[in-house]
T-cell receptor, first 113, second 114 residues
C-alpha cells in the first residue's frame, strides 16, 4: 500500500525552464512533508519541507506547494539548472505517534542544457 | 563534522548467505534509521533505533534485523538472502527520534544477491 505516490518516474526539462515534480498522498493524517534529492552513488539529501499549516514554502529556486484538500504537493524549481538533474523523493510523516518517514518512489529529473 | 558512514559500499552474496551492514551516524546523533531502495519501490523503511532500542519497524520479514550499540553505531543483518534482497541499503541518522527531523543519509551499501 503506497501511501505516498510519485506517478511520474521521470521528467525532462530544458535548462532555464520551470521543473514541476508532483506527489500525492493518501493518508490524511500526514502533516509534514519533505523533499529529498539523490545523486547517483550518494545518499538522499534534504531539500525543502512544508508543514500542513502552510500551503507554500519557498527557499531560493525551490518552492513547495501543498494542497491538503487534494492531498497533493508539488516541488517547483525555477530556473532549472543542469546540477538539478537527480532523483527527487517526496516524503511524509504524521504526528500521530511513533511514526516514521514514508517516502514516494521517486522522480528522475533530467535537465537538458 | 563527518557524515553518516556506511560499510561496505558494495558487496556480492549468493542466495542463502547472510550479510551484515554497518552504519556510523553523525557524531551526537542518537537515532539511526535503515531504508531499502529498489527501482520502482522508492525508499522502504526497515527500522529505526534510538538509544539502543528499536523504536519502529517496517513491513519486512524477520530475516531482516538490526541493532544499535552504545556509541550509536548500528548494524543490520539479512539472513538467508534471496534474489529480491538485491538493493541499495541506506542508513540515516538524526539527533532525536526521527519524526519530522531532517534525516542525514549515508551513501548506502549496494547489495547484489546472485
Amino acid at each position: 500500500d503506497q501511501q505516498v505516490k510519485q506517478n511520474s518516474p521521470s521528467l525532462s526539462v530544458q535548462e532555464g525552464r520551470i521543473s514541476i515534480l508532483n506527489c500525492d498522498y493518501t493518508n490524511s493524517m500526514f502533516d509534514y512533508f519533505l523533499w529529498y534529492k539523490k545523486y547517483p552513488a550518494e545518499g538522499p539529501t534534504f531539500l525543502i519541507s512544508i508543514s500542513s499549516i502552510k500551503d507554500k514554502n519557498e527557499d531560493g529556486r525551490f518552492t513547495v506547494f501543498l494542497n491538503k484538500s487534494a492531498k497533493h504537493l508539488s516541488l517547483h524549481i525555477v530556473p532549472s539548472q543542469p546540477g538539478d538533474s537527480a532523483v527527487y523523493f517526496c516524503a511524509a510523516i504524521g504526528s500521530f505517534g511513533n511514526e516514521k518517514l514514508t517516502f514516494g518512489t521517486g522522480t528522475r529529473l533530467t535537465i537538458i542544457p | 563534522k563527518a557524515g553518516v558512514t556506511q560499510t561496505p559500499r558494495y558487496l556480492i552474496k549468493t542466495r542463502g548467505q547472510q550479510v551484515t551492514l554497518s552504519c556510523s551516524p553523525i557524531s551526537g546523533h542518537r537515532s539511526v534509521s535503515w531504508y531499502q531502495q529498489t527501482p520502482g519501490q522508492g525508499l522502504q523503511f526497515l527500522f529505526e533505533y534510538f538509544s539502543e532500542t528499536q523504536r519502529n519497524k517496517g513491513n519486512f520479514p524477520g530475516r531482516f534485523s538490526g541493532r544499535q550499540f552504545s556509541n550509536s553505531r548500528s548494524e543490520m543483518n539479512v539472513s538467508t538472502l534471496e534474489l529480491g534482497d538485491s538493493a541499495l541499503y541506506l542508513c540515516a541518522s538524526s539527533f532525536t527520534v526521527s519524526g519530522a527531523n531532517v534525516l542525514t543519509f549515508g551513501a548506502g551499501s549496494r547489495l547484489t544477491v546472485l
